[in-house]
């Protein structure tokens, strides 16, 4: 039997591995990798007659270019998350890595990462965005990342002090010409509103509510203020700031800024969404980029199973998850998809609904916060327990729960 390991993004394995000796990775994609290999090396155990192909997932948040160099079997990203393909003219991004080594910077160091890929050559650039915490404390909306793109007015973070009167973005726009820029992110929060970016920043206790609050005013005063520059540039050179635009938003008739600003994305990165989508951007759900990259539903096609593995599987976590995709790989060809993850919250009933066969849980039954024995060690055992249970020890037999 063929199967498919495709695992999700896992980055409780980063700090559960009792050996000491693994070094640390803040991309997040160390934790996925050790769980893919604990699962294949499982798998092996308990049958060992089958042939595995693995394929790490991502959404678009931290580790995404590391993961999809793995994926593809391509030469890993240079030391500042840019993922160059030789022999093409795509570019793609991991943002998380910029932003980790950036605590008073905002969004701006990412503007290094475009930069890079575009002296590199690249026509295409693909921008992997995290959710609202990735960017170290409160968002910016992008204005660190426009600021250092060569936006004037902005300050350093463009926040705080007397109202934005950003001046510049047309000859940005007029650089980035001919430049497709996608942004995949990892989350569809908007920029702002109860649900937005600072709100986000707040409910995962990185600043309080009213500090959440009082960045909602300024980045909104920035959004308005970014928003009719880029209508003075279009108004000066009607082409720009339409370069790049998803057939749905060029056709949008003079859009306020509200209509960016409640973009699907538009939030992720610490609002790193919006900017993008200012300069041109498509704003695209991280996980189906990702997939589409990797070739996952050709992938699925190949094999006779498809094991998938998540931290938390619940119906919130599950939508924009590479676990979605996984499921909707394998359904397209009646295939079995099966999830492991540490904490599960879905019924059978509710399994079946999103195309998952079964979910397997890697803490034992009350261990609750105990952990022991590390999340590879856990995700390895289990993996050769569903092997055993899954794959025919005949030949012609078909796959199933024994």
């Given at each position: 039997m063929h199967v498919l390991i495709a695992p999700d993004r896992f980055a409780g394995a980063?700090?559960?591995?009792?050996?000491?000796?693994?070094?640390?990775?803040?991309?997040g994609a160390d934790g996925t990798r050790r769980i893919g290999a604990a699962l294949v090396a499982g798998?092996?155990?308990?049958?060992?007659?089958?042939?595995?192909?693995?394929?790490?997932?991502?959404?678009?948040?931290?580790?995404?270019?590391?993961?999809?160099?793995?994926?593809?079997?391509?030469?890993?990203?240079?030391?500042?998350?840019?993922?160059?393909v030789a022999g093409a003219r795509t570019?793609?991004?991991?943002?998380?890595?910029?932003?980790?080594?950036?605590?008073?910077?905002?969004?701006?160091?990412?503007?290094?990462?475009?930069?890079?890929?575009?002296?590199a050559g690249a026509t295409r650039i693909v921008v992997g965005l995290g959710t609202p915490t990735d960017l170290p404390g409160l968002p910016d909306a992008g204005a660190g990342l426009l600021a250092a793109l060569g936006v004037r007015g902005l300050g350093a973070r463009g926040l705080g002090g007397e109202a934005p009167r950003p001046d510049g973005l047309g000859e940005v726009l007029d650089r980035l010409r001919g430049i497709d820029l996608v942004a995949a992110t990892a989350t569809d929060i908007p920029l702002l509103g109860l649900h937005g970016a600072s709100a986000g920043a707040a409910d995962a206790g990185a600043s309080t509510r009213e500090a959440a609050q009082q960045r909602e005013r300024e980045i909104g005063r920035v959004a308005d203020a970014l928003w009719q520059a880029r209508e003075r540039a279009r108004?000066?050179?009607?082409?720009?700031?339409?370069?790049?635009?998803?057939?749905?938003?060029?056709?949008?008739?003079?859009?306020?800024?509200?209509?960016?600003?409640?973009?699907?994305?538009?939030?992720?990165g610490g609002g790193l969404g919006f900017a993008l989508a200012l300069l041109g951007a498509r704003l695209l759900p991280g996980a189906t980029v990702y997939a589409q990259v990797v070739g996952l539903t050709a992938r699925a096609q190949s094999a006779d199973l498809v094991i998938t593995a998540r931290e938390d599987l619940d119906g919130a976590s599950f939508h924009?998850?590479?676990?979605?995709?996984?499921?909707?790989?394998?359904?397209?060809?009646?295939?079995?998809?099966?999830a492991l993850a540490e904490r599960s919250m879905m019924n059978r009933r509710e399994l079946a609904a999103v195309g998952l066969s079964a979910s397997y849980p890697l803490r034992p039954d009350g261990a609750g916060s105990q952990r022991a024995e590390s999340v590879e060690a856990r995700a390895g055992a289990v993996a050769e327990r569903v092997a055993r249970s899954w794959s025919p020890s005949w030949s012609g037999a078909a796959p199933g729960p024994s």
């Open positions: 980063d700090t559960d591995s009792t050996d000491s000796t693994t070094s640390t990775d803040f991309t798998w092996l155990r308990g049958a060992t007659h089958d042939t595995v192909d693995l394929c790490p997932l991502s959404d678009g948040g931290p580790g995404f270019a590391g993961l999809l160099a793995q994926a593809c079997g391509w030469a890993p990203p240079d030391a500042d998350g840019v993922l160059g570019a793609y991004i991991d943002s998380a890595v910029a932003l980790a080594a950036s605590s008073q910077d905002g969004s701006a160091p990412v503007a290094a990462q475009i930069e890079r890929a575009i002296a108004a000066a050179s009607p082409s720009a700031g339409l370069l790049a635009l998803a057939p749905a938003q060029a056709v949008m008739v003079t859009p306020r800024a509200r209509d960016l600003t409640a973009l699907p994305g538009a939030g992720a924009g998850s590479g676990v979605e995709q996984a499921a909707l790989a394998a359904s397209g060809y009646g295939i079995a998809c099966v």
